[in-house]
């Protein structure tokens, strides 16, 4: 007989995530994987997508640290990203093929337990190498002042507002540039 995935009278699904990889080296990327108010919940598949196990994990259990969840970003063993959360009994790993599919799973995880809706994690996670900001920002200061000593005055970036190609969500950024949506963790180039 298949498991079947039970919530309790005042459990609710707050994101679902399909096709994610969790357990061990035999495990492949069709599993389903849910937060719920109470627990992180895995629903194990067959290889007919039908359900053999349903793991259940209570959200009380995860570790909270100055105020921030211990979920995080990581890597496996074969390179994909993974959403490492930290329990009291030991960590936990689950294998997403994008990056910015966790970042949303973070920030409602991190919401739920602390009721903090931005985390530091998740705010500084850009996607890019560590310090490239600053180097950019140098390198245009650098230009701009060329510029200036030339007589060509700078352009002013122009302030747009586009719909988030994950959420529809109105995003603001500046034109020619790329961000992370606030809401649901996606990029969107502001064109």
């Known amino acids: 007989m298949a498991a079947k995935l039970v919530l309790g009278p005042d459990e609710s699904v707050i994101i679902k995530t399909e096709h994610i990889k969790y357990g061990g080296m035999m495990a492949n990327f069709q599993d389903t994987l849910y937060l719920t108010n109470h627990n992180v919940?895995?629903?194990?598949?067959?290889?007919?997508?039908?359900?053999?196990e349903i793991i259940y994990f209570p959200i009380r259990d995860i570790k909270v640290y100055n105020n921030q969840a211990q979920a995080q970003i990581g890597k496996d063993r074969n390179g994909y990203n993974t959403l490492d959360i930290y329990f009291i009994n030991g960590q936990e790993s689950f294998s997403f093929t994008w990056k910015k599919d966790i970042i949303p799973w973070i920030r409602k995880i991190n919401e739920l337990l602390t009721g903090d809706k931005v985390t530091t994690a998740v705010v500084n996670d850009r996607l890019s190498i560590p310090g490239s900001e600053t180097v950019a920002r140098a390198i245009k200061g650098t230009i701009d002042t060329y510029k200036e000593a030339f007589g060509i005055k700078p352009k002013k970036p122009r302030k747009v507002s586009i719909r988030c190609s994950g959420c529809n969500a109105s995003v603001n950024g500046e034109e020619g540039t790329s961000g992370i949506c606030p809401y649901c963790g996606t990029y969107n180039d502001f064109s």
């Open 41 to 52: 919940i895995v629903e194990k598949k067959n290889v007919f997508g039908g359900t053999k």
